[in-house]
């Protein structure tokens, strides 16, 4: 549980307390400092920002140029030369394939305890949350894991927002990056001055168990931000101030008066969402075949446009430039040369069947490096129930450990959910189990489930039937849905029974039946 740092005390007292945190374990900067310039440089950062350019399609093809050497033997980019940068988003698809996959339905929480259930999905099984997930595993996906902060609104409501992955520097307790010590987050604002004039100011934030610490960096230096004081809490919490007898202090017009008290969570409010164990963003294991296909197929483009099927060489004609050579390749097809006078022809010929056979090596290679599925694989839509499942199997995988890894996350987010609970007067759920099960989707053999699910009734329970179920979204949902229908058949049939037996009644006394 989040605790106060100072409560129930008199005004002076509480400046008093600000004072003393403020210099309670205070963070050197020269570490945090070197600590950022260390991090803006990093290659791991870097390639964060790659994937992010890669998953906007702004690929290396992009910045691609022809050249040639002229006459003196300067390199210049060509102005007459077609140049196609022809972009295949296959990272962008496959981080798409991914998150549908993982997270197409809502994934369900279970407990003994029901009303903890009810509680907790309020947070985290309605379908807003469930939108932020799929955002936080795309970003997860692309740059190897994703950050959570937890926060309070204006409100005094627990949210919890995404904090960009390249702007956070964790500084892990162990090395399997399960426990955090402190962060540092470091964001750029623009900020505006009166006379119009605009300034980049970078803010940073070094978050710990006793607060956060607010400073600028400028010019490799940390100075304090003057937006904020040297050290708050994670967030306020308003309560009634005292005197220094500890009597209710009074506003003019009696009513009583707050002070707001900076409070911290027993955790750092920062929780990571990972992609893998080792948080390794997909494009590391595809970029260099995506990139090589990107060349390929331009490179094919290229010589498409530019050369024709055929060129006519004129000897003994002035020689021309190198420019002058291309342009009039473009234009005339011919080729002017000097020399013995003469016209041939000379055939271009391009083996389109190799490049079709390397291009076709290279999008099966892309889709196997980064464990996804080509949908269009020729076979894939005739494929049996079984082979689906076959095709399936290196995405099932990979989306198995991703389950792992937000589960554990989760549970993490968990923490704050029930703390917030108990906080605010509610029931404590602090030792309250559960488990959480990601429903993943993709192509399934719904057939063959349905017959298996019904092979099973009374060998396993319904719960789990239901639960497996491809038709079913939320198994806590379609169980009280099926309760309901099952009471309203019910309750029809004794309708029917009572109205039979009414009928009967009321022709009793006739035995003609006609009721006269």
């Known amino acids: 549980m989040f605790f106060l740092n100072y409560q129930n005390q008199s005004l002076l007292d509480l400046k008093a307390a600000q004072s003393q945190l403020a210099t309670l374990a205070k963070p050197k900067v020269e570490f945090l400092s070197a600590a950022i310039t260390e991090f803006q440089e990093n290659p791991i950062r870097k ?25 003196y033997g300067v390199r210049k980019e060509s102005t007459s030369l077609t140049n196609s940068k022809l972009v295949h988003p296959f990272f962008r698809k496959q981080v798409k394939q991914k998150v549908n996959y993982l997270l197409s339905k809502e994934f369900s929480i279970t407990s003994e305890d029901q009303v903890f259930v009810e509680q907790i999905s309020m947070f985290l099984e309605d379908r807003t949350f469930h939108r932020f997930l799929k955002s936080i595993a795309t970003h997860s996906i692309i740059n190897g894991l994703a950050w959570i902060q937890v926060y309070y609104d204006e409100m005094g409501e627990l949210q919890f927002k995404r904090i960009p992955t390249e702007e956070v520097i964790p500084f892990w307790k162990d090395i399997d990056h399960t426990e955090l010590e402190g962060v540092i987050r470091t964001y750029q604002i623009m900020r505006y001055a009166a006379d119009g004039s605009k300034e980049l100011i970078t803010k940073v934030e070094y978050h710990t168990t006793q607060g956060v610490w607010y400073f ?19 967030f306020n919490v308003r309560q009634p101030a005292v005197d220094d007898l500890g009597r209710p202090r009074l506003n003019p017009d009696g009513s009583p008066e707050e002070v707001s ?11 990571p969402f990972k992609y893998n164990e080792d948080e390794v963003s997909l494009l590391r294991m595809i970029k260099s075949l995506m990139d090589d296909y990107d060349a390929v197929s331009s490179s094919t483009s290229n010589v498409i446009q530019d050369t024709p099927d055929s060129i006519k060489v004129v000897r003994n004609y002035d020689g021309t430039s190198k420019e002058e050579f291309v342009e009039n390749l473009n234009t005339f097809r011919t080729a002017f040369v000097s020399g013995d006078g003469d016209v041939t022809g000379l055939d271009t010929h391009m083996d389109i069947a190799a490049i079709e056979a390397h291009l076709t090596r290279l999008r099966k290679d892309i889709y196997e490096a980064g464990v996804s599925v080509d949908t269009q694989t020729e076979d894939l839509g005739n494929a ?4 689906l499942k076959f095709r399936y199997a290196d995405l099932d995988m990979d989306m198995a450990g991703m389950a792992a890894e937000f589960t554990a996350s989760l549970e993490r987010l968990m923490w704050f959910v029930k703390t917030d609970i108990v906080n605010k007067g509610g029931p404590n759920f602090m030792d309250t189990e559960f488990e959480i099960q990601f429903n993943m ?3 399934v053999d719904e057939q063959g489930i349905i017959a298996n699910a019904k092979a099973s009734m009374g060998i396993i329970s319904d719960e789990t039937i239901r639960a497996n179920h ?43 039946g006609s009721g006269e």
């Open 47 to 71: 390639d964060m920002l790659k994937a992010q350019d890669y998953y906007a399609l702004k690929h290396d093809i992009t910045a691609a140029r022809r050249t040639y050497i002229d006459r």
């Open 216 to 234: 600028i960096h400028d010019k490799n230096q940390l100075k304090p931000d003057p937006d904020h004081a040297a050290l708050e809490g994670h």
């Open 261 to 271: 008290i900076a409070a911290t969570w027993e955790q750092l409010p920062f929780i």
């Open 384 to 387: 049996s129930g079984v082979a």
């Open 441 to 443: 989707g993709g192509i």
């Open 470 to 512: 491809p038709w079913v979204l939320d198994t806590e949902k379609e169980t009280k849905a099926l309760k309901k229908q099952k009471e309203a058949e019910m309750q029809e049939q004794l309708d029917f029974m009572a109205q039979q037996s009414q009928t009967a009644f009321n022709n009793s006394g006739d035995p003609s």
